[in-house]
């Protein structure tokens, strides 16, 4: 494999951009970092996207998650070991990844906005958004998984 081109290095000021809102849903979002993780995982299955799957699988261990979590990840709703919170957070995260099925619906809404504030939901919402873009960057590039390491693109 092979990737097409590195966004990177092709248009440096855009790619910052984006690195610009990881950074901040990362330092600034006060969102707790297993969650971010889980929301890049959920929607990098649901968009098939190996290299983030690969990348986030490997944070998400680096920073202690469980494997048997991650393994059940794209079963959550039977899964016991997700907290309440998590669910919602995947339940946004499902309803906005694939926001043709339903467009949100109020009541998935209504559920999730139990679990956050305005400002989380905010940022939740803009998380899901960075994953989806960083999905179709990657899957639009092919870039190729199996060579990240956690903490080399911080």
Known sequence: MQSRLDAQKTSPAAYNAMLGLEAFLCKASKLEPSLLELIKMRASQINGCAFCLDMHSKDARAQGESEQRL????????????????????????????????????????????????????????????????????????????????????
Do not use: C, M
């Not at 059940?72 to 070991?81: D, H, K």
């Not at 499902?94 to 467009?103: K, P």
């Open 71 to 154: 393994y059940t990840l794209s079963a959550w709703r039977e899964a016991p070991f997700f907290t309440d919170r998590e669910r919602a957070a995947l339940e946004w995260t499902e309803a906005l990844t694939l926001i043709t099925d339903g467009h949100a619906p109020d009541d998935t809404y209504e559920r999730v906005k139990r679990y956050f504030s305005p400002e989380e939901l905010v940022n939740i919402t803009l998380a899901i958004i960075t994953i989806n873009g960083w999905n179709r960057i990657a899957i639009g590039f092919r870039y190729v998984p199996g060579e990240y390491q956690p903490g080399t693109h911080e």
